[in-house]
């Protein structure tokens, strides 16, 4: 079992950063995929991003340039940082935790943190 607790988020302007940090539970933190999904009122859930256990790092199209992806497996933490927020950015982020097949596949993770509300205002 994994527990995944995200932080970080609030409110900025848009062309600010955040970063936001997911700190998880138990010791076999190196050996999991982890991602990073988000869903903005009234829109579907979007996959951003991951970082995979080797650590090759994946983007969506819309996040990819502005928003990286990074671990700390001493810290058992992940991290998203965000650059250039837009307003369309704005949404609760979850942090997503498992040992998958496919890193860029939302479905294919196990775990999910209760998320953090970004905010970014115009």
């Known amino acids: 079992q994994v527990q995944l607790v995200e932080s970080g988020g609030g409110l900025v302007q848009a062309g600010g950063s955040l970063r936001l940090s997911c700190a998880a539970s138990?010791?076999?933190?190196?050996?999991?995929?982890m991602g990073w999904s988000r869903q903005a009122p009234g829109k579907e859930r979007e996959f951003v991003g991951a970082?995979?256990?080797?650590?090759?790092?994946y983007y969506s199209n819309s996040v990819k340039g502005r928003f990286t992806i990074s671990r700390d497996n001493a810290k058992n933490t992940v991290y998203l940082q965000m650059n250039d927020l837009k307003p369309e950015d704005t949404a609760v982020y979850y942090c997503?935790?498992?040992?998958?097949?496919?890193?860029?596949?939302?479905?294919?993770?196990?775990?999910w943190g209760q998320g953090t509300q970004v905010t970014v205002s115009s």
């Open positions: 997503l935790a498992g040992s998958t097949l496919v890193p860029t596949r939302e479905t294919s993770y196990n775990y």
């Open positions: 970082i995979s256990r080797y650590g090759a790092t």
């Open positions: 138990g010791r076999d933190f190196s050996s999991y995929d």
